[in-house]
């Protein structure tokens, strides 16, 4: 019997998930249920994208509203989950010695609250967020990731929230638009690496043809993913939810690794 936490990537989709109750939604408050109470959630998300490495070390992250043209409804939410400088200082000893900053000017952005709203309402656990290094290759976020899985055996829940197709240029804002083919087909290639434990094709997705290209027009949103795939461990179980491309290019994807509680 072990005690090790699940590790899971969300996909987050647009910040309205915060306020609407729709499939996705649905789904990650059933697996919020499922995970448990973590003692604390670190947090790798699409909108921390930045020159090194960081981590948010303060007793109380502020929630940003990093967005633009959304209904003031959405500006007026709040995630008051606390921080952890201690969980901060954790990280820079398991990443050592990569440099990581301990940052106290960032906070929650919408990729971290608009899931956890939904997945841990209470907002009751301390919650970190780990920046991602954008002059880094893939396999750098990987490999930080495999170097994160110890915080597994600690009470962390590591968690990445992005989306593995993010094409917003190409959306089509008909809800019926089916997926286009080559989203589809970059969503089945992710599904299949997650399902087959063959993470290679998916850290080398520059190589991967049109369809990775089409995808991952820039690597913030896909990036979260490398980390979580870093701290799947042997034996993980697998569970795939809200596996969906809505509006032709935004894949809806959800993938946790450990056992969830029943």
């Not at 109750?21 to 973590?38: F, M, S, V």
């Not at 967005?67 to 952890?84: E, I, M, N, T």
Request: charged share 20%; aromatic share 8%.
């Amino acid at each position: 019997m072990t005690n090790r936490l699940p590790t899971i990537f969300f996909g987050h989709g647009s910040p309205m998930n915060a306020l609407e109750d729709n499939i996705c939604t649905r789904e990650w408050a059933r697996l919020g249920t499922k995970l448990g109470a973590p003692e604390a959630i670190l947090v790798i998300s699409a909108h921390w994208y930045t020159r090194g490495t960081a981590v948010t070390a303060m007793e109380r992250p502020p929630t940003i509203h990093d967005f633009g043209a959304f209904p003031q409804a959405l500006f007026d939410v709040r995630y008051p989950a606390p921080g952890s400088p201690a969980l901060a200082k954790r990280v820079a000893e398991v990443l050592a010695p990569l440099p990581v900053i301990q940052d106290q000017k960032w906070g929650l952005d919408h990729g971290t609250w608009s899931v956890l709203v939904k997945a841990f309402p209470k907002a009751d656990v301390p919650v970190v967020q780990l920046s991602m290094d954008g002059t880094q290759p893939a396999a750098h976020h990987f490999e930080v990731g495999r170097r994160l899985a110890a915080l597994r055996d600690e009470g962390v829940l590591i968690v990445g929230t992005g989306n593995v197709v993010h094409n917003l240029g190409r959306m089509n804002w008909d809800p019926s638009t089916p997926p286009y083919p080559w989203a589809a087909r970059f969503n089945d290639l992710v599904k299949h690496c997650i399902t087959t434990d063959t993470p290679q094709p998916l850290i080398d997705f520059q190589k991967a043809g049109p369809d990775a290209a089409a995808s991952i027009p820039s690597p913030d949103h896909y990036l979260p993913l490398l980390y979580v795939l870093g701290t799947r461990q042997p034996g993980d179980a697998v569970t795939l939810v809200n596996d969906r491309v809505e509006h032709g290019s935004l894949s809806m994807l959800t993938v946790a690794f450990g056992d969830l509680a029943a």
